[in-house]
């Protein structure tokens, strides 16, 4: 009789085959750990479904979900999981070896925690020349550990759930939402409990050039917009924020010189010049919106892309 599965693996998916591809090589090579999981890959209206990129991994399946999103994925993948952990992994993230076994005995050893958030690192396209966006990510872009212990979520990028929890919370929100920062934090106003696993480790690519970057932003900011308009004082508090958003590089300075995120000088020099660039950028979406409103274009935009 097989051994019962420990852990179902979510992935959503749209049209980026390679990077599935490397992510699967890397989930089917923990099964070294003897483990046993399973992987879901749901697919969000690619071109063409990615099963050749999911061959010859081991047991895979592969699904489809029609309703635009990230969250609509996730959701089906959950609804079809056995196990009774669910791992949430981005199809352009690479487990680092041991992601499943961490991931397991973690939750074997902690039955009072019920869901978790690994570290989530950069990728680097050549480690001994970081690029200034590179640098600037490494620092800012994914600081796992503060959206767990600080604000009571998880990337869903590096995310798992016991199952019994997850179908209490109930499911992600879809594409207009930040899917993983509203259902973190509803589970955790719920009474359940979060930790930070570091051991649980996952690798993504960093942006490719500033205007990427600057369209992810531009998603935050107006959803975050979104959560003031039209309330007299919650504007004046946004006016005083796109301030403190332009005028912030000053003051992470010091943090930028201080990470052990980076190392050299050079690529500190090159993150606080990114820094600098996306703040400033941040600040004019902000003041912008503040003036005109329209924030869905920017989440449009946003989503026009990744089709």
Request: hydrophobic share 40%; net charge positive.
């Amino acid at each position: 009789m097989d051994d019962p599965l420990q852990l179902s693996v979510i992935i959503p998916h749209l049209n980026e085959p390679d990077d599935l591809r490397r992510c699967l090589l890397s989930l089917n090579a923990q099964h070294a750990d003897g483990i046993p999981f399973e992987i879901i890959v749901v697919d969000n209206g690619s071109t063409e479904m990615p099963a050749a990129a999911c061959s010859h991994i081991q047991n895979l399946r592969l699904e489809r979900e029609i309703l635009p999103g990230p969250g609509p994925a996730r959701n089906l993948g959950a609804s079809l999981a056995r196990a009774e952990i669910l791992a949430f992994i981005d199809s352009d993230c690479i487990a680092q070896p041991g992601w499943v076994r961490a991931v397991v005995g973690y939750m074997a050893r902690n039955p009072d925690i019920d869901l978790i958030g690994g570290e989530i690192g950069v990728l680097l396209d050549n480690p001994a020349c970081p690029s200034a966006i590179e640098s600037y990510e490494n620092i800012y872009s994914y600081r796992a550990r503060v959206y767990v212990e600080r604000y009571g979520f998880a990337a869903t990028g590096n995310m798992a759930v016991r199952a019994r929890v997850f179908q209490s919370v109930g499911p992600f929100g879809g594409i207009a939402t930040m899917e993983d920062t509203e259902w973190g934090q509803r589970a955790t106003s719920l009474g359940y409990r979060i930790a930070f696993l570091p051991e649980a480790r996952v690798l993504t690519p960093s942006c490719k050039s500033f205007a990427e970057l600057a369209r992810r932003w531009d998603r935050h900011v107006a959803h975050e917009y979104g959560k003031v308009a039209g309330r007299r004082k919650a504007m004046l508090r946004w006016f005083v924020g796109c301030a403190i958003v332009v005028a912030s590089p000053l003051a992470e300075s010091i943090k930028i010189m201080r990470t052990d995120r980076v190392s050299g000088m050079r690529n500190r020099l090159l993150a606080m010049v990114c820094l600098t660039r996306i703040r400033l950028h941040r600040g004019r979406r902000m003041f912008d919106l503040a003036l005109r409103g329209g924030s869905s274009r920017f989440v449009e935009n946003w989503n026009r892309e990744r089709s």
